[in-house]
């Protein structure tokens, strides 16, 4: 028998799907759904089929077009089930089919957590990307980490995506984690629906979530679905849109069944559509009026205002279900492509270098000249592989790419590949609006590339600073050269992973986010690079600031024959407030008239200003928060250099803070612990003892939730105590906060340990 055309199979698969959905019985396809456009949230059925059937479509690449594309990206406060939600969309888009448990007894993990360590530990390490087909969408998904120490991943991921799916815990709601994901997503003014999952567990509560979405994090938070039943009962979702109930049955829930709303939620649902359809006002002034007038609004006229309200940061749509039970997910899939934006929707921006870094507008079109942006480095078997957003232009398999960041250096495109996980696809060409993955490119992360006709640059993504540093040695000097190379390949790869000699111990410093952050680094040296290494005591990362303002008035006079150095800088050194400027660590205000010092030599002072801020007088710490005000000085026609006004300003600058009254700066965590209630006061009781500052608890359904603020370098070795305290039974997360005085005494003894090691 002859083979059809593909195009053909794929005609006959879409008239089977529509035939189905006519029915009370619809069918969500293992490989592929009908369009959503005829079988989503806002198309109900309209007449009672006879039996369910599932359908084995096969996945396919097709032509893009850049309205039916979303780039999403998932992310969560550790332990909310991410991971488990993005493998029941793959399963549901026919990505894989097979479900594996993050955890589950056969070992093999999850699909998206490709690294062995992950699938040991159970948890995400690094961002992982796949693209999948949901009806007429193509889904290009980024699985984030959740785990603060890892929050460069959710960083740089929300960076180059354009929608986000917020997932929440039925049980914790809001955490701290989330409150950072929050925080991230609109750096990058990503607009989310959110996902309140495992709804299954007991103490499950989409409302009182919602709630903490309101007012933990200030969204326009409204329920899109409500849930049928809690914990154990939980059974399905009722769309409020529709006024309809959506059970999902099948070994792995991927029958989906529509039925009449359960009478005992009659009211309940009539309430939360109610406060939808008054929320939906704000956006569309035809409901508006329908609401105002009592007239009933249907689910048609709410879609393009809830995706309005969505696209404009002003709405939350809320989902529920549970991942792990397989119920709800694809109603998520529904309002992601029916909610989210495409890429043509979202507005990017670049610097155009050739007219004074003046911010251009980016347009999402193959006719363009190209754009893109490498934003994560992984080394794998075949070499370096980059990950990139194309944000204008087409890029094809053979071409030039010249990398902006890099004085425009040339490099050949040699391959070209749509990633999986850690499986990939060979493809020709990608388009504007697509994330794909090149090989052969020496780059960095965060590097832009074009094809040679523009000279833009795209928008570095904030990387926050280290907090926690280890020396690092290794056990035979043999493995030096490995050594070094896992060191170097590391910090390409991961921005806040950072590396330095200490000059006066000729120690190797590794820094990172935390201890986790640092130990699967040096557990991955020892694995991919067979390197022993001997770790020294964790050092948290002080810094150093000043209390008061001085002024300074210093002169650098140097003559050892022929011609020598002359400056003088004078001006004011002020400390920055940091309840309203944030952590801006430092500020040159130039003040000089009449040529006092000559322009030319201004940035010189500048620099040496800057330079100073890397080692302070207490404890050689990094300073922070301090402003310079160059005023006054003076110069020499012949003496007078930039290296001599750079010496000048270095010392100008210890000199003033050793007067400006100094003090060490500590890094402040937001600790939250949950457990049994009846181990709160135990629970206060080891933060309290380790310096913490409770700044918040609520009860709830027997779990006890305290968040507290406690120094970093009290929290080594908190985990054992936390066990021991409550049998085992309590958790905690932390998060980096704020840097912060440390008490005098501590103070006091940190700079005579430097100064004891120093002579040491």
Same mark, same amino acid.
């Given at each position: 028998?002859?083979?059809?055309?593909?195009?053909?199979?794929?005609?006959?698969?879409?008239?089977?799907?529509?035939?189905?959905?006519?029915?009370?019985?619809?069918?969500?396809?293992?490989?592929?759904?009908?369009?959503?456009?005829?079988?989503?949230?806002?198309?109900?059925?309209?007449?009672?089929?006879?039996?369910?059937?599932?359908?084995?479509?096969?996945?396919?690449?097709?032509?893009?077009?850049?309205?039916?594309?979303?780039?999403?990206?998932?992310?969560?406060?550790?332990?909310?089930?991410?991971?488990?939600?993005?493998?029941?969309?793959?399963?549901?888009?026919?990505?894989?089919?097979?479900?594996?448990?993050?955890?589950?007894?056969?070992?093999?993990?999850?699909?998206?957590?490709?690294?062995?360590?992950?699938?040991? =530990?159970?948890?995400?390490?690094?961002?992982?990307?796949?693209?999948?087909?949901?009806?007429?969408?193509?889904?290009?998904?980024?699985?984030?980490?959740?785990?603060?120490?890892?929050?460069?991943?959710?960083?740089?991921?929300?960076?180059?995506?354009?929608?986000?799916?917020?997932?929440?815990?039925?049980?914790?709601?809001?955490?701290?984690?989330?409150?950072?994901?929050?925080?991230?997503?609109?750096?990058?003014?990503?607009?989310?629906?959110?996902?309140?999952?495992?709804?299954?567990?007991?103490?499950?509560?989409?409302?009182?979530?919602?709630?903490?979405?309101?007012?933990?994090?200030?969204?326009?938070?409204?329920?899109?679905?409500?849930?049928?039943?809690?914990?154990?009962?939980?059974?399905?979702?009722?769309?409020?849109?529709?006024?309809?109930?959506?059970?999902?049955?099948?070994?792995?829930?991927?029958?989906?069944?529509?039925?009449?709303?359960?009478?005992?939620?009659?009211?309940?649902?009539?309430?939360?559509?109610?406060?939808?359809?008054?929320?939906?006002?704000?956006?569309?002034?035809?409901?508006?009026?329908?609401?105002?007038?009592?007239?009933?609004?249907?689910?048609?006229?709410?879609?393009?205002?809830?995706?309005?309200?969505?696209?404009?940061?002003?709405?939350?749509?809320?989902?529920?279900?549970?991942?792990?039970?397989?119920?709800?997910?694809?109603?998520?899939?529904?309002?992601?492509?029916?909610?989210?934006?495409?890429?043509?929707?979202?507005?990017?921006?670049?610097?155009?270098?050739?007219?004074?870094?003046?911010?251009?507008?980016?347009?999402?079109?193959?006719?363009?000249?190209?754009?893109?942006?490498?934003?994560?480095?992984?080394?794998?078997?075949?070499?370096?592989?980059?990950?990139?957003?194309?944000?204008?232009?087409?890029?094809?398999?053979?071409?030039?790419?010249?990398?902006?960041?890099?004085?425009?250096?040339?490099?050949?495109?040699?391959?070209?590949?749509?990633?999986?996980?850690?499986?990939?696809?060979?493809?020709?060409?990608?388009?504007?609006?697509?994330?794909?993955?090149?090989?052969?490119?020496?780059?960095?992360?965060?590097?832009?590339?074009?094809?040679?006709?523009?000279?833009?640059?795209?928008?570095?993504?904030?990387?926050?600073?280290?907090?926690?540093?280890?020396?690092?040695?290794?056990?035979?000097?043999?493995?030096?050269?490995?050594?070094?190379?896992?060191?170097?390949?590391?910090?390409?790869?991961?921005?806040?992973?950072?590396?330095?000699?200490?000059?006066?111990?000729?120690?190797?410093?590794?820094?990172?986010?935390?201890?986790?952050?640092?130990?699967?680094?040096?557990?991955?040296?020892?694995?991919?690079?067979?390197?022993?290494?001997?770790?020294?005591?964790?050092?948290?990362?002080?810094?150093?600031?000043?209390?008061?303002?001085?002024?300074?008035?210093?002169?650098?006079?140097?003559?050892?024959?022929?011609?020598?150095?002359?400056?003088?800088?004078?001006?004011?050194?002020?400390?920055?407030?940091?309840?309203?400027?944030?952590?801006?660590?430092?500020?040159?205000?130039?003040?000089?008239?009449?040529?006092?010092?000559?322009?030319?030599?201004?940035?010189?002072?500048?620099?040496?200003?800057?330079?100073?801020?890397?080692?302070?007088?207490?404890?050689?710490?990094?300073?922070?928060?301090?402003?310079?005000?160059?005023?006054?000085?003076?110069?020499?026609?012949?003496?007078?250099?930039?290296?001599?006004?750079?010496?000048?300003? =270095?010392?100008?600058?210890?000199?003033?803070?050793?007067?400006?009254?100094?003090?060490?700066?500590?890094?402040?965590?937001?600790?939250?612990?949950?457990?049994?209630?009846?181990?709160?006061?135990?629970?206060?009781?080891?933060?309290?003892?380790?310096?913490?500052?409770?700044?918040?608890?609520?009860?709830?359904?027997?779990?006890?939730?305290?968040?507290?603020?406690?120094?970093?370098?009290?929290?080594?070795?908190?985990?054992?105590?936390?066990?021991?305290?409550?049998?085992?039974?309590?958790?905690?997360?932390?998060?980096?906060?704020?840097?912060?005085?440390?008490?005098?005494?501590?103070?006091?003894?940190?700079?005579?340990?430097?100064?004891?090691?120093?002579?040491?």
């Amino acid at each position: 028998m002859q083979s059809r055309p593909r195009v053909q199979l794929r005609l006959e698969i879409r008239e089977i799907a529509c035939e189905i959905e006519e029915g009370v019985w619809t069918v969500t396809p293992l490989g592929r759904a009908a369009p959503v456009s005829s079988r989503s949230l806002w198309h109900p059925p309209r007449a009672r089929g006879d039996h369910p059937r599932v359908l084995h479509p096969t996945f396919t690449t097709r032509a893009m077009d850049l309205s039916k594309v979303r780039n999403i990206g998932i992310s969560a406060h550790i332990d909310s089930g991410k991971t488990t939600l993005t493998e029941r969309v793959l399963f549901y888009t026919g990505r894989i089919h097979k479900i594996e448990e993050v955890k589950g007894k056969s070992g093999v993990g999850a699909t998206m957590d490709s690294m062995e360590l992950e699938r040991e =530990r159970g948890i995400t390490i690094q961002s992982a990307a796949t693209a999948v087909q949901w009806g007429e969408f193509d889904i290009n998904i980024i699985d984030t980490p959740g785990h603060v120490d890892f929050t460069i991943e959710v960083e740089r991921a929300l960076s180059v995506l354009d929608g986000a799916v917020l997932v929440l815990c039925s049980v914790s709601g809001v955490q701290s984690q989330s409150i950072t994901v929050d925080r991230q997503m609109r750096r990058y003014n990503v607009p989310r629906v959110a996902f309140i999952n495992k709804m299954d567990r007991a103490g499950a509560d989409a409302f009182k979530v919602t709630n903490q979405l309101r007012d933990k994090l200030h969204h326009n938070a409204v329920m899109v679905t409500y849930p049928i039943g809690a914990e154990d009962r939980f059974e399905g979702v009722v769309d409020l849109l529709h006024r309809r109930a959506i059970y999902f049955e099948g070994d792995n829930g991927e029958i989906i069944r529509y039925g009449e709303v359960p009478p005992e939620l009659a009211e309940g649902v009539e309430e939360y559509r109610m406060k939808l359809v008054e929320a939906l006002g704000d956006f569309d002034e035809g409901i508006m009026e329908k609401f105002i007038g009592g007239e009933e609004v249907s689910g048609e006229e709410m879609v393009p205002a809830i995706r309005k309200g969505t696209l404009s940061l002003d709405l939350t749509p809320v989902f529920c279900g549970s991942a792990y039970k397989n119920k709800a997910v694809q109603v998520l899939l529904d309002g992601v492509c029916a909610y989210l934006p495409a890429p043509d929707e979202v507005v990017n921006k670049a610097y155009d270098l050739d007219n004074g870094e003046t911010v251009v507008e980016l347009e999402s079109t193959d006719e363009k000249p190209l754009v893109c942006l490498a934003f994560k480095l992984e080394d794998g078997k075949y070499g370096q592989l980059t990950y990139t957003r194309i944000y204008q232009g087409k890029v094809s398999r053979g071409d030039t790419l010249y990398n902006v960041s890099r004085n425009n250096k040339k490099v050949k495109l040699g391959r070209l590949v749509r990633m999986h996980a850690d499986k990939m696809s060979d493809i020709d060409s990608a388009s504007a609006g697509d994330i794909v993955a090149m090989f052969g490119i020496d780059c960095s992360s965060g590097d832009t590339f074009t094809d040679g006709k523009l000279n833009y640059s795209m928008q570095s993504m904030f990387v926050p600073d280290p907090v926690i540093s280890y020396s690092i040695e290794v056990k035979d000097k043999t493995n030096s050269a490995n050594f070094s190379k896992a060191l170097n390949r590391f910090s390409r790869e991961d921005p806040t992973f950072r590396v330095h000699r200490d000059e006066e111990s000729a120690e190797t410093i590794i820094s990172g986010m935390g201890e986790l952050h640092l130990d699967i680094y040096i557990e991955r040296m020892r694995r991919e690079y067979k390197v022993e290494t001997k770790v020294g005591e964790p050092r948290v990362a002080f810094r150093e600031t000043i209390t008061k303002a001085v002024g300074y008035n210093y002169t650098h006079k140097k003559q050892t024959g022929g011609s020598g150095q002359y400056a003088r800088v004078a001006g004011e050194m002020r400390p920055i407030d940091p309840e309203t400027e944030g952590d801006k660590r430092y500020r040159f205000v130039d003040k000089i008239t009449g040529g006092i010092i000559p322009r030319e030599f201004i940035p010189s002072c500048d620099n040496g200003f800057k330079e100073s801020m890397g080692r302070g007088v207490l404890i050689e710490a990094p300073v922070t928060g301090v402003e310079m005000e160059l005023n006054d000085g003076q110069w020499h026609a012949v003496d007078s250099s930039d290296m001599a006004f750079k010496i000048c300003a =270095r010392a100008a600058f210890k000199e003033a803070m050793n007067k400006a009254g100094p003090v060490i700066m500590e890094p402040i965590m937001k600790v939250q612990v949950q457990g049994p209630e009846e181990f709160q006061g135990g629970m206060q009781t080891t933060l309290i003892r380790r310096r913490g500052t409770i700044i918040g608890s609520e009860a709830y359904r027997g779990t006890s939730t305290i968040d507290s603020h406690v120094p970093l370098s009290a929290m080594f070795g908190y985990s054992t105590e936390l066990r021991s305290a409550t049998q085992g039974k309590a958790e905690f997360s932390m998060e980096f906060s704020h840097y912060d005085k440390v008490p005098a005494q501590i103070q006091e003894e940190l700079i005579k340990k430097h100064k004891e090691d120093k002579k040491g």
